[in-house]
């Protein structure tokens, strides 16, 4: 069974930190890199962060440098380590297979506010 489970998100001010979580089912976590996605309000899903299973990342330029994914490989679980939060960083974050199409299974995702 296709599961994904987000977890972590919050309420924090600008600065700040939080760490999502994300726990996927083995059919999506074993021959996947994995992803950590984010749709603000009004707003396209965009690509924030993928890990290879070797550990090798990526990062969109809006991110780079604030936010740290990770991946554990024996929990199937990928971490997103989110630092220096700004109020634009505000969207529900998703985890998923990198490239999965809207179509595919989705989690419910996690809520992230940045505010004041």
């Known amino acids: 069974q296709v599961q994904l489970v987000e977890s972590g998100g919050g309420l924090v001010q600008p600065g700040g930190s939080l760490r999502l979580s994300c726990a996927a089912s083995e059919s999506i976590f074993s021959s996947n890199i994995m992803a950590w996605y984010r749709q603000a309000p009004g707003k396209q899903r965009e690509l924030v962060a993928s890990v290879t299973r070797r550990g090798v990342t990526n990062y969109a330029e809006s991110v780079k440098g604030r936010f740290t994914i990770s991946r554990d490989n024996a929990k199937n679980t990928v971490y997103l380590q989110m630092y220096s939060l700004k109020p634009e960083d505000t969207a529900v974050y998703y985890c998923?297979?990198?490239?999965?199409?809207?179509?595919?299974?989705w989690g419910q995702g996690t809520q992230v506010s940045v505010s004041s």
């Open positions: 998923n297979f990198l490239g999965a199409p809207r179509s595919t299974t």
